[in-house]
């Protein structure tokens, strides 16, 4: 709850703060005046630990919510293909099917080649970007609170606001992009169609630069629109909860922001988790397309 921190600014920094485990170099100064003798494995308590950790550090967090909400993910549909039927149709039946069909659609219309990967990825990628956005419209401190009262220091519980998830999802597509664009034309052809276009040959130098960080934005763009838009959403439902911790008149002014932002928020996180799948699919489309 934000009364009881010292200051907004505590509150903010400490939802933003994610559960992060790693190692802590001996010599360094904790949190609470802790001197390290040695290099210690621990949880950390705030930035300067996490950025004292380095790169080998792990948001448990992110890493829980993320598997777990895949699972779930694929429960629910494996729930709904045992019990499906050709009769009257449950109401998980009826939901799955739709989000099928509406992925077989997008499917079709952006992918125009043959490969039995991209559908099923395509659900993949919709559904558990969008379950993973959805955990956005939880109230900010029901599972922080509760994980405060268990010992555990620190929740955050949208993955997608954590920049390790979505690099690594967006860098998954694009190792598949890279080797479906080499399996569809060679090493060779993959090389001609970075150094020969769009100038002429002689310039080819000019075209691999081009390209080359064309190639290298695209998991760049992906990775970062989803992690912007939700790490936005995230703090404005962070400053509508500061409300809650002033007078009567401004937590029901807050309650009020609350429940718009998160109607509008609705329409956000389908429509992030769309563009994702939408931009994999093109994104494989074109690493199949052989430019001449």
């Known amino acids: 709850m934000a009364t009881e921190y010292a200051s907004s600014g505590e509150y903010?920094?400490?939802?933003?703060?994610?559960?992060?485990?790693?190692?802590?170099?001996?010599?360094?100064?904790?949190?609470?005046?802790?001197?390290?003798?040695?290099?210690?494995?621990?949880?950390?308590?705030?930035?300067?630990?996490?950025?004292?950790?380095?790169?080998?550090s792990i948001n448990l967090d992110s890493m829980a919510f993320s598997i777990g909400l895949g699972l779930l993910f694929l429960f629910l549909f494996r729930m709904a293909a045992k019990k499906a039927t050709v009769g009257v149709p449950s109401g998980l039946q009826n939901f799955v099917e739709w989000i099928i069909e509406f992925i077989d659609s997008s499917v079709r219309g952006s992918f125009s080649h043959k490969n039995p990967l991209v559908a099923p990825l395509a659900l993949t990628v919709f559904v558990w970007v969008f379950l993973m956005n959805l955990m956005d419209l939880l109230p900010i401190d029901w599972l922080p609170f509760a994980a405060a009262t268990a010992g555990v220091p620190y929740l955050r519980v949208v993955p997608s606001t954590d920049p390790n998830i979505t690099f690594g999802m967006s860098l998954s597509?694009?190792?598949?992009?890279?080797?479906?664009?080499?399996?569809?034309?060679?090493?060779?052809?993959?090389?001609?169609?970075?150094?020969?276009?769009?100038?002429?040959?002689?310039?080819?130098?000019?075209?691999?630069?081009?390209?080359?960080?064309?190639?290298?934005?695209?998991?760049?763009?992906?990775?970062?629109?989803?992690?912007g838009n939700l790490y936005a959403g995230e703090m404005i439902f962070i400053l509508i909860a500061l409300m809650f911790g002033g007078n009567l008149l401004l937590a029901v002014f807050g309650g009020v922001l609350q429940w718009a932002w998160a109607v509008f928020h609705v329409l956000i996180i389908t429509l992030q988790a769309f563009i994702f799948m939408t931009l994999t699919i093109v994104y494989l489309d074109m690493a199949h397309a052989e430019h001449h």
Do not use: C
């Open 12 to 56: 903010i920094k400490h939802h933003l703060q994610n559960l992060t485990y790693g190692e802590l170099p001996a010599g360094f100064h904790r949190h609470d005046g802790e001197v390290l003798t040695q290099a210690t494995w621990t949880i950390a308590h705030g930035a300067e630990e996490v950025k004292a950790m380095g790169f080998w």
């Open 173 to 227: 597509i694009f190792v598949l992009v890279l080797f479906y664009s080499v399996k569809m034309k060679g090493a060779g052809g993959f090389f001609s169609e970075l150094a020969f276009q769009p100038f002429p040959k002689f310039l080819f130098p000019v075209n691999l630069l081009l390209e080359g960080v064309g190639l290298i934005a695209k998991p760049i763009s992906l990775s970062l629109r989803l992690f």
